[in-house]
């Protein structure tokens, strides 16, 4: 999966958890949570839901540090098995 494609894949999972969010105007370098007005249980969700379609866990000792769309693909770029 190309980092691209991680970013389109992390959007589609955040409008599932925050479907009011405009995707296509999201600055990936910008603060997320500045961005989407999601609280922690969204955030939570959200996570879940990168999981659940993407296949990668974020951890919890991460988790808070992945406050943009693009350190969330870098992360999942990291983990995501070699094809």
């Known amino acids: ?3 691209d494609q991680l ?3 992390l959007r589609q999972a955040l409008m ?3 479907p009011e969010a405009d995707a296509a105007t999201l600055d990936s370098g910008r603060l997320l949570r500045r961005q989407v007005d999601i609280d922690s249980a969204d955030w939570l969700n959200f996570l879940i839901e ?3 379609s993407i296949g990668v866990a974020v951890e919890d000792a991460q988790a808070g540090r992945l406050d943009t769309l693009a350190k969330l693909a870098d992360y999942c770029a990291a983990r995501l098995p070699a094809s």
């Open 1 to 3: 999966m190309t980092h």
């Open 7 to 9: 970013d389109q894949a």
């Open 16 to 18: 599932r958890v925050a």
């Open 50 to 52: 990168i999981e659940r």
